[in-house]
């Protein structure tokens, strides 16, 4: 279960970088959106369970998703205690998050040219005599 915690927390960081960026798909921006509602639930219900709401709480959170990286460790106890790690609208909410902002997908301009391959574990074989 640990180490679906260290996905989301992953997740949480990269969609805080990716949503200050002003190249921000909408879809990465809607992803990201996805997990901190997600995971809000997922606390929010675990506070229901230990009889604990407060405004005060909310706010901390929402501070501490705003910049997961300086609060990791809290976030990190909070996820585990929730037991995120078995929540599969959080991690599915992860999992896409962290495609969309791969840095090794990249985007491709190419026309007009001859022996080009896009995309990975590709074989091309050129015959020069039909050039």
Same mark, same amino acid.
């Given at each position: 279960?640990?180490?679906? *915690?260290?996905? *989301?927390?992953?997740?949480?960081?990269?969609?805080? *970088?990716? &949503?200050? #960026?002003? /190249?921000?798909?909408? =879809?990465?921006?809607?992803?990201?959106?996805?997990?901190?509602? +997600? *995971?809000? /639930? =997922?606390?929010?219900?675990?506070? +229901? !369970?230990? &009889?604990? #709401?407060? #405004?005060?709480?909310? @706010? @901390?959170?929402?501070? $501490?998703?705003?910049?997961?990286? $300086?609060?990791?460790?809290?976030?990190?106890?909070?996820?585990?205690?929730?037991?995120? &790690?078995?929540? +599969?609208?959080?991690?599915?909410?992860?999992?896409?998050?962290? @495609?969309?902002?791969? #840095?090794? $997908?990249?985007?491709?301009?190419?026309?007009?040219? /001859? &022996?080009? !391959?896009?995309?990975?574990?590709? /074989?091309?074989? @050129?015959?020069?005599?039909?050039?």
């Amino acid at each position: 279960m640990v180490e679906s *915690v260290e996905l *989301v927390l992953a997740a949480l960081g990269a969609g805080a *970088v990716a &949503g200050v #960026s002003n /190249t921000s798909s909408k =879809a990465v921006v809607e992803a990201y959106d996805g997990l901190k509602s +997600a *995971v809000r /639930t =997922a606390l929010r219900r675990r506070d +229901a !369970q230990l &009889g604990e #709401s407060s #405004s005060r709480e909310a @706010i @901390i959170l929402d501070a $501490q998703l705003a910049e997961p990286e $300086q609060h990791r460790e809290e976030l990190a106890a909070a996820l585990t205690e929730a037991e995120v &790690g078995r929540d +599969a609208e959080v991690l599915d909410a992860a999992r896409k998050l962290m @495609i969309l902002t791969d #840095s090794r $997908q990249y985007k491709n301009d190419v026309h007009d040219n /001859t &022996g080009v !391959q896009v995309g990975d574990h590709n /074989t091309m074989s @050129i015959d020069l005599r039909s050039m």
